[in-house]
Nanobody
Framework: VQLQASGGGLVQAGGSLRLSCAVS????????VGWFRQAPGKERLFVAG????????SYEESVKGRFTISRDNAKNTVYLQMNSLKPEDTAVYYC????????????????????WGQGTQVTVSS
């Protein structure tokens, strides 16, 4: 399984970006997917996650109401729509996937994820 994150860039505070995570393989619908971010000198932290079916989602507290995670199993892609961006959202954003049986479980723990993408830089200027 390979993950390719894209969609990052430079945006002013209050702006929006949509990140995409394309996942290779025929069993994409068997994976829970999450987005994490890592600011310089800091640890990688959970941002948002989505279950296999897309029926369950979870968000880190600071992004609730601003970010939306979604998936299109027909396109093997997970999206992270980021609105009302703030300078503190600046980080490298990574997508990750993990095989799971339960279709409604969202994985928030970093160490549970098996596969990782290469990351995409998001910079929010004030």
């Amino acid at each position: 399984v390979q993950l390719q994150a894209s969609g990052g860039g430079l945006v002013q505070a209050g702006g929006s970006l949509r990140l995409s995570c394309a996942v290779s393989g025929r069993t994409f619908s068997s994976y829970a997917v999450g987005w994490f971010r890592q600011a310089p000198g800091k640890e990688r932290l959970f941002v948002a996650g989505i279950s296999r079916s897309g029926g369950s989602t979870s968000y880190e507290e600071s992004v609730k109401g601003r970010f939306t995670i979604s998936r299109d199993n027909a396109k093997n892609t997970v999206y992270l729509q980021m609105n009302s961006l703030k300078p503190e959202d600046t980080a490298v954003y990574y997508c990750a996937a993990a095989p799971i049986i339960n279709t409604l479980v969202v994985i928030t723990r970093l160490t549970t994820y098996t596969y990782w993408g290469q990351g995409t830089q998001v910079t929010v200027s004030s």
